[in-house]
Structure formats: structure tokens, C-alpha cells
């Protein structure tokens, strides 16, 4: 049952009234926070009664964690991670029943992973979710999370008590300034970092704001600041990336650089105007996590064979294509570590850099003062380059150059927007690359997606109907003798069931049969069929292999893959 359902309970049940609830919603909108810190706030309902109310619409038995004294023993059996996680508290054990205190205890799967975690069995109590929070905070030691941050910024912050004033520029950076709101800003690219996301997205909207972290390629909700910090925060967060922070008519780039702990961190920051102010997203370039060796990307032996003598062609081009975030820039990355030695001169152009690399030469685009992919690109190929690595392919101008400079003794590594191998040619080709020139300058063409990992640590066999794995691609022999893991969730993966990701990769050699099917202007299906022919690996079959490995799941295969 969600608060809002608790709320309406409330109201059906005649505990209160509905002009009360629309007094309790209309100050949680405006202030953010738990719902039901706000019912206990409004003075409409006593804690006691509203503590016997949860009990009674969870018929669970309700627990006063103000006053309760749990032994340290107790709550070392629960990790703050999953207690966190799932809001919860461990109350008391008795032989093998641990009684735990939970906002909501209907929530299964955080049971499930205290059984498996603790080995006791559980039974669920209900507390209010101020009172849980506070336990956590108290018996976890937990001052400096940005739950704690929170709670100081409600008593010493006051921002702004109508959404639709116009801050001038001097007042946002006083606000932005402002000790509280500084140290919530750092406590959550702290924690990002800490956490190993890839990205925060800083999202207002009209009556609340939200943080969300991408992890592992997935995003979760971690906070929502009061509506009324929302400048403030904002404005913090463009003064750190020395962005204009009285320009928000139109999106702006910047960097944070931080140190977290002993680790130094690049942050990419961009703003985008949005309907109710400025979405700022913050990718997290963290080269203590940037994985250079192909032996560990996750291929399959064959394809890493094929990719490697690719790239270490004397002539050609490589092109390396996925969606947005799917590990593009990193396998070329890997690609330019493993060939880059003294005697050749490696040379970048990226929008932007994300990485610098020790040995090689790295432009960045710089589209207001007229440095595009092209004209960097011709100017690079002035500087006597055996390598030319270009970020992205965005259009004919770049492609063609890219195509030039392959068939005159330049090796040429890129990236393109497509959804599989074979059709990275019709891309070209729609560009406006005559096929012959596709033909002559292409050597190989991957295709990759990201997956999650499973945890190594609370890795599990699932049992996977065979029926199910026949459907999703396997033969019914290999669906009979397979064994299908998944991760329960520990405080490892923060109660996910998956640590880390990898790549699944489709490689496709130009043949020279393939080279003529071009010539020709075979279709797309007709590419991908002659090369599977020849044994190209597709990306369901390579995310296939890595589930019967048990080193991903089901789920992840079906989330990133289509069915040939």
C-alpha cells in the first residue's frame, strides 16, 4: 500500500476529512518530504493513532521505534545498505524469527532478500516513515547522508515560498551559496560517485523535483528536494560547471571536476530548459572505472580475434555502432590502448573528450568557434596521422572524409546511431556515400549493447521454464540442460541482484562476397543473412551465450536484444 493509498484509507475510513488531506497534500507539494511526515505534522492525527491505523490496514502488528531500544546485536544482522534500500529497521530476534519494522510490509521482495541475507525468517512489524528513517539514522550512524542533509536543510533553509517568482541573477547565487545547499550538493555527487553511477539527472517539475541515478544502465529515484530548493540547487550546480546561471532560455555544457576520497572525477554537466525550469544532467567520468583491455569487454573468442586484426589493419575502417550509453566510446578506447605504440601517431576528434589518454593526440570539437568533425578531421590529416580515431560520423561531409582518408593509408576508427551491424551500411549509403566507396574502405563493423552483470555474491540459479528459453532463442537441448542464474540481491549490489556490466557484440567481417552484395545494394536482411552464414555472431545469440555462462540474466538478454 503506497502513502497515497494510506491517505485515501484516512479519508474513506473517516479518520480525517477530505478537506485535511487536501491541506496535507497541498504542504507536502510545496515542501517535498515523506506524506506521511506531513500527516503527522498537520496535528490531524496523534502518532499513536496513526501508528494502530497502519496496523490495522497492514494487519501486521505496529511498533513505537521512538521509544524502542533495539540491541546493537540486532541491527548488526541488517546492513545499512538494505535497510535503506527497502526502509526498514530489525527490531528484535527471537531464536529464528527476526521481527523487522517497515513502512510498507507488503513489500515481498524485501523480505525475501532479508531471509536470504540473514537466513532467519521474518516477521514484518509496521512503523511510520519518519519513525523508521529516524532509526536509521540513530542506529546506523548515518549524519551524513543526504537523508540527514535533508533534515537540516528543512530547519535552516528558506528558499522560496512562491514557485513563480523570478529570482534575480544575485539572488539565485546567494541561495546557490548557501551552506546547506552546498552540502547537499556535494553529499549527492558524493554519493553518485560512491555508488558507481554513470549519470544524475536533476529533474524539476511542477509541483516536485526528483534525483534519479543511472546504475548499471538503469535509473533509480534516490531523492526529492521541497519544491522550493529547486533554484537554489539549480544554481549551484551551474555555478560548479561555470555555467551563466542567469541565461535559462537555452541549454549550456560545463564540466565539474572533484575529488571523492582518493579517486579525481570528471563531471560532464548539461542544462536543458524544460517547462518548469532548467533538467541538469551530470555524466560521470570516472577514469578509475574506465576499462581499457579488450580481453575483459566481454567477447567471445572468435570475434575479439576478428575485431583485433581489424584494428590492427595497416589501412581501413572500423566502425563501431549502438544506441546512446551503450559502451561505444570505451571499445574504442580499448581499441587505440592496444594499438597505440611509439611507432605510429594516433590522433582523436571528439565531442567532447572524455578521457585523456597518455601517448595519444585528442581534439576536441568546438562547434562556436567553427572546429566541427570535418574541419578537424582535415586538419588532422595534415599532421601526418597513422590512426585517426573520430567520435562520431554526424554527416556526409565527415563521412566522406572519414572514407578518403581509409582508402589512402589511413587506418580510421568511428562511431555510427544504428541498431545492429548490417545496417551501418544502408546508413552510409543514406548518407550519401556511394556503395563502392562503402565497399573499398569498410573492414569490419560492430555492434554492441550493454548488459548487467550478475552479482558474484548473491548469484542464484532461476528456474527458468525451458519452454521460455526455446522462445527467447536457445535449441530445446540446450534449453533442457541450462542453468539460469539471477542475483537475490546483498549490500554488494545494493539489494539489485546485478554488479558491474558487460558487453554483448555482433561483428560483422566484410567479406568478399559481402563487398560484392554491396556493390549490388543488397538489403539490410539480406547483408545480415549471408554474414550469419559465414558466422557472424547476432547480439541475441552473443547475449544467449553469456546467459548459459551465468553471467547475465533473461531479463537483460530480452531488455537489449530482438529476436532474429
Known sequence: ?????????????????????????????????????????????????????????????????SSAEIEAEVIKLVPVEIATRFQLVPVARQGRILQVAMVNPENL??????????GLEVSPLVAPEPEVKAAIDKYYDRADTLASVMQEMDDDVDVLEDDEEILRTQDMEAESQAAPVVKLVNSLL???????????????YEKHMRVRYRIDGVLHDMMSPPTRLKSAILSRLKIMAEMDIAERRVPQDGRIKLRVGSRTVDMRVSSLP?????????????????????????????????FTKAIKSPYGMVLVTGPTGSGKTTTLYSALTKINTPEVNVITVEDPVEYNLDGINQVQVND?????????????????????????????????????????????????????????????????????????SVRLILAQRLVRRICDRCKQEDPVPPE????????????????????????????SGYAGRLGLYEVMVLSPVVREMILD????????????????????????????????????????????
Open 468 to 495: 521460455v528459453l526455446v522462445e527467447a532463442g536457445l535449441s530445446e537441448e540446450e534449453a533442457g540442460k541450462a542453468k539460469i542464474y539471477r542475483g537475490a540481491g546483498c549490500p554488494n549490489c545494493n539489494g
Open 1 to 65: 500500500m503506497t502513502p497515497e493509498k494510506i491517505a485515501e484509507a484516512l479519508v474513506e475510513r473517516q479518520v480525517i476529512t477530505q478537506e485535511q488531506l487536501d491541506q496535507i497534500q497541498e504542504a507536502h507539494e510545496k515542501q517535498g518530504g515523506s506524506l506521511s511526515k506531513h500527516i503527522l505534522e498537520s496535528g490531524f492525527i496523534t502518532e499513536d493513532a496513526f501508528r494502530e491505523f497502519l496496523a490495522s490496514c497492514f494487519r501486521v502488528r505496529a511498533v513505537d521505534l
Open 109 to 118: 521482495f524485501a523480505i525475501d532478500d532479508l531471509k536470504f541475507y540473514t
Open 368 to 440: 562556436e568557434v567553427g572546429l566541427s568533425f570535418a574541419s578537424a578531421l582535415k586538419s588532422i590529416l595534415r599532421q601526418d596521422p597513422n590512426i585517426v580515431m573520430i567520435g562520431e560520423i554526424r554527416d556526409l561531409e565527415t563521412a566522406s572524409i572519414a572514407v578518403k582518408a581509409a582508402l589512402t593509408g589511413h587506418l580510421v576508427l568511428s562511431t555510427l546511431h544504428t541498431n545492429d551491424a548490417p545496417s551501418s551500411v544502408g546508413r552510409m549509403i543514406d548518407m550519401g556515400i556511394e556503395p563502392f566507396l562503402v565497399s573499398s
Open 274 to 306: 524544460t517547462l518548469f525550469d532548467e533538467k541538469i544532467v551530470l555524466r560521470i567520468l570516472d577514469k578509475d572505472n574506465l576499462q581499457v583491455d579488450l580481453n575483459r569487454l566481454g567477447f567471445q573468442p572468435q570475434p575479439l580475434d576478428e
Open 190 to 204: 558524493a554519493d553518485a560517485v560512491q555508488r558507481n553511477a554513470s549519470d544524475i539527472h536533476v529533474e524539476p
Open 521 to 564: 545494394r543488397a538489403s539490410t536482411a539480406e547483408l545480415r543473412e549471408r554474414s550469419t552464414s559465414e558466422g557472424m555472431i547476432s547480439l541475441r545469440k552473443d547475449g544467449l551465450w553469456k546467459l548459459l555462462q551465468g553471467v547475465t540474466s533473461l531479463e537483460e538478454v530480452l531488455r537489449e536484444t530482438n529476436l532474429e
